[in-house]
């Protein structure tokens, strides 16, 4: 099971807003797509297709014009890799048979296994749901640190 390069790039760039978080005006203006391209290096293109993504599961609220740019919807910690990993792939799923409607499989009217897919399914969602974006956007050393200040 691997995530998908698009879904990769969507929490390295949620990753990066998040550390953006509670600053009104970075210093050089407003956070927007072609600043996440240029701090994470996710190509321009990708990086306004993503925002439009992130932006339509309502996890980023985006104002276009003069004035405008992106934020998050909500603080990081409300937001999961879970949410992140749906906004760009669509529903989790460890196999197609778990969503609802899809019956693709040759295999679904005598498959035994199938019942436990969905155990499988929330087991996989809740770990995603555990981790929160406010984890993921803490650089890398940061966790030490904060361990070393309060020892």
Do not use: F, Q
């Amino acid at each position: 099971m691997r995530l998908s390069s698009l879904a990769d790039y969507a929490v390295v760039l949620m990753s990066a807003a998040a550390r953006h978080c509670g600053a009104a005006l970075l210093a050089e203006g407003k956070l927007n797509a072609t600043k996440l391209s240029a701090e994470t290096g996710v190509p321009l293109p990708t990086a306004k297709k993503l925002v439009s993504r992130l932006t339509a599961a309502g996890l980023i609220e985006s104002t276009r014009g003069v004035g405008g740019g992106i934020r998050l919807a909500r603080p990081p910690a409300s937001i999961s890799l879970a949410d992140i990993v749906e906004a760009v792939e669509g529903p989790l799923a460890i196999t197609s048979c778990v969503i609802d409607g899809n019956h693709d499989c040759k295999l679904e009217d005598g498959c035994t296994v199938k019942p436990h897919w969905g155990v499988v399914n929330r087991t996989i969602r809740e770990a995603l749901d555990n981790v929160s974006l406010a984890s993921l956007s803490e650089l890398p050393g940061a966790a030490s640190h904060k361990i070393m200040e309060h020892s």
